[in-house]
């Protein structure tokens, strides 16, 4: 349930915090938030009536509902919704924040607070074309149309430059929508994080947890970047866990956990490009744990507002990530599939997934570098591979621009393995479906860049394809004896895996190290300026950089004076050395 301070397991509720600290501020201050003012919701005994601000800075005078305070609601300004449910009662935001004062929609501190908005339909929170805003620790239902989600946010299809960005979107969780999250357009400095997103598509309607999309007729200058999705937990949805499709780069996607998803567990499509996938967990996707594709989307170059093109989809790096598949997935999983063994209905599973069916095949799908990653599939004698590159029109074979790309791609210490028990060698086919003679570590060579290719079995603490109803049973963890232990690459290597260990020296393949020193907590601080979990040399130099005018001053400005000075530059120093992050004057 809802804790007050995750990281101390001696603060569960405000009251707690407030204790620990002093008061509520200055507990909300150890969070990472310095708000000017709160305001207070309560859904049970809060009151409408009267002046406004009544409910401003008085816990005992709360107002009821959203809608009351939305438009009164200021940059710097915190909103805390206490214990209940909102019914039919959308958060729908209309002010933005600034730089350095963002607007905070947040549950009490240790409390559940859900926005339903079942009833209506629509988005639980709405957060379309707006900037500077934190949403965190809610839960939220609603949003049954594919076309919004729980949270939705976007900027016009039409604009010629974003109005939905610097968004933060933590612990929140999210069930029964048809998306999770619904992020469109022009967006730029989006974090999603630790946040739990369930059981997506309440009907046909539904879709992905967490779908950004770039489309319209200026999709190059709304085109994505700074994006960050990290430490989710996503799984039964429809389609895809994570879909990502259009124009977007700087996309970093870590540390999550996806399973149950009916297509693909990370599908980028149509324009991902320089982009960074790392220390995930993907279990039973129904096509591919992660997939790079374009398609023909039936209005490229009309000039309509829901234009949508293919892109080259180069740069990106795939590292340290596990991907099982067992054989069984949505929407058919414990079902016996055609040609596959009693019991497994997917045995043609692949983890990846790298195909163009767009007219001409636009856009370059090479370039790309698979590093230290563990992919396991069921195989079906050796007749399905891991890697899979095709057309995807009409033959499914992979022609000579589906060899250019696997030609231009780099696949580097990683270990392959087929768990249906019969020894299978393949790791690569050119094309889809059934092959009788696919590719090995050895034969891969002549087609693509495969360097300390594993094929082997990488004996984790608890997998098997039996697991696949049971996911808390799985332990990725390699045991002593696995092929993956320290067997990893050290170009480009992540500093921790998916539970936030340190690697090793010599790293393990895969989303877990073994015999590493504990995780180190995460940072949730006013003083990490790039919101990287980390309080650095990095955040240092952005807060000089706004001291001397390089950039524009903002998150540097942690006395809130307007003005980014050598005060704030130091208390940030001060922080990258261990200390407490200071706020205010």
């Known amino acids: 349930g809802p804790d007050a301070d995750d990281l101390d397991a001696s603060v569960h509720t405000a009251a707690q915090g407030s204790a620990k600290y002093g008061t509520l501020p200055a507990f909300l201050n150890h969070l990472g938030y310095a708000p000017t003012n709160i305001w207070y919701l309560d859904s049970a005994t809060g009151s409408d009536s009267g002046t406004v601000t009544h409910c401003q800075d008085n816990i005992d005078s709360p107002c009821k509902t959203w809608s009351f305070i939305r438009t009164k609601v200021a940059p710097g300004q915190m909103v805390l919704f206490r214990a209940g449910v909102w019914l039919d009662q959308p958060a729908i935001v209309v002010n933005n924040g600034t730089a350095g004062k963002p607007i905070v929609l947040m549950a009490y501190p240790g409390e559940s607070a859900l926005l339903d908005n079942r009833i209506g339909g629509g988005a639980s929170i709405s957060l379309s074309e707006t900037s500077w805003i934190v949403v965190d620790g809610l839960k939220v239902t609603g949003g049954g149309s594919s076309a919004s989600g729980c949270i939705s946010g976007n900027t016009l299809w039409t604009n010629t430059s974003s109005t939905f960005h610097n968004i933060i979107i933590r612990n929140m969780e999210a069930f029964g929508c048809a998306q999770g999250l619904m992020f469109m357009n022009g967006l730029r400095s989006i974090v999603a994080e630790n946040n739990v997103i369930r059981d997506t598509g309440p009907d046909v309607s539904g879709q992905h947890c967490i779908y950004f999309g770039t489309y319209g007729t200026n999709s190059a200058s709304l085109a994505g970047y700074d994006l960050v999705v990290r430490r989710n937990i996503c799984y039964n949805t429809l389609y895809n866990g994570f879909h990502f499709n259009g124009m977007m780069s700087n996309l970093l996607v870590e540390q999550n956990l996806i399973y149950n998803a009916p297509i693909s567990g990370i599908s980028n499509q149509m324009g991902v490009s320089n982009s960074i996938f790392r220390s995930n967990v993907v279990i039973d996707a129904k096509n591919a744990s992660i997939e790079f594709s374009n398609y023909n989307s039936g209005d490229c170059g009309i000039g309509v507002t829901s234009e949508h093109c293919p892109h080259d989809q180069t740069g990106n790096l795939i590292e340290n990530n596990t991907f099982y598949q067992s054989g069984n997935a949505p929407p058919n999983a414990g079902a016996t599939g055609s040609n596959c063994p009693a019991g497994i209905a997917y045995c043609n599973q692949a983890n990846v997934y790298v195909l163009n069916w767009s007219t001409g095949q636009v856009g370059n799908l090479g370039g790309n570098t698979f590093r230290n990653n563990i992919f396991v599939n069921y195989g079906l004698k050796n007749h399905y591979s891991n890697l899979q590159y095709f057309y995807g029109s009409g033959d499914y074979s992979c022609n000579a621009t589906c060899k250019q790309w696997l030609a231009t791609t780099v696949f580097d210490h990683n270990v392959f393995f087929h768990a249906d028990g019969n020894g299978g060698n393949g790791i690569l086919t050119l094309g889809a479906g059934y092959d009788s003679s696919p590719q090995t570590c050895s034969t891969s060579s002549s087609f693509t860049k495969m360097t300390a290719c594993i094929n082997a079995d990488p004996q984790f ?105 050598v005060i704030d530059v130091q208390r940030i120093i001060n922080a990258a050395l261990g200390s407490t992050c200071v706020l205010g004057q």
């Open 461 to 565: 603490t608890a997998a098997s394809p039996s697991l696949w109803n049971s996911v808390a049973s799985f332990n990725f963890r390699p045991q002593p004896s696995s092929p993956a232990r320290g067997a990893g690459s050290t170009i480009g290597a992540p500093t921790y895996d998916f539970l936030g260990n340190a690697l090793a020296a010599s790293p393990s393949i895969g989303a877990f190290e073994v015999g590493s020193t504990a995780p180190p907590p995460p940072v949730t601080s006013s003083c990490d300026l790039n919101s990287d979990g980390l309080v650095n040399i990095v955040d240092v130099q952005s807060a000089i950089n706004q001291a001397l005018g390089v950039t524009a001053c903002g998150t540097a400005d942690l006395r809130k004076t307007g003005t980014c000075d």
